[in-house]
């Protein structure tokens, strides 16, 4: 168990891969920015704030409020106390690509530090034979500190993990230095 609070605001974004294109790719600019927190948050030492906007339904946010028995689990996340503070680690099943099929150590946070974890994923449905594919950006802050609404909204993270990687195969585009 925890002995301070830790706050966690999952953003996911979600599409199929009829809306890969750029039309779709601008519909989705913007989304994974942070969200206020709900004005009441229920007590405990963990508590997850988790956004979905999802191309099924034109992007419109859904949010939902977790907390009690291990919720950073219910964010693909586990947390672990430290001398130093939170330790903060990710292993997201059931993705595609890329593979993450063990623990991966993000950050560790002291008090009053919030850190960034980016990625992005490819999933499949549950029967190896479906033809169903998503895509999913990830967009999760994690704060060591006790929660009020504009918690992630004017602070600079001090950990950053960024793991996006090329959803779609192909080649490597480079950018011109």
């Not at 672990?80 to 560790?108: M, N």
């Amino acid at each position: 168990m925890l002995g301070g609070v830790v706050v966690i605001q999952r953003i996911r974004v979600r599409w199929s891969t009829d809306a890969r294109g750029a039309s779709d790719a601008d519909l989705r600019r913007g989304l994974t920015d942070a969200r206020r927190l709900p004005e009441s948050l229920p007590d405990g030492p963990v508590v997850v704030h988790d956004v979905l906007a999802d191309h099924a339904n034109g992007y419109r946010l859904t949010e939902q409020v977790i907390s009690g028995r291990d919720p950073a689990s219910s964010a693909s996340l586990q947390l672990s106390e430290t001398e130093r503070g939170v330790t903060v680690q990710v292993c997201v099943r059931g993705a595609v690509y890329p593979l993450q099929d063990r623990q991966t150590r993000l950050f560790t946070l002291a008090p009053g530090e919030i850190g960034l974890y980016r990625a992005n994923f490819r999933f499949r449905g549950q029967c190896c034979c479906s033809a169903s594919w998503w895509y999913e950006d990830w967009t999760v802050r994690v704060a060591n500190a006790p929660a009020r609404p504009e918690l992630f909204l004017h602070q600079v993270p001090q950990q950053v993990s960024d793991r996006r990687v090329g959803l779609y195969g192909g080649r490597a585009r480079l950018s011109a230095a």
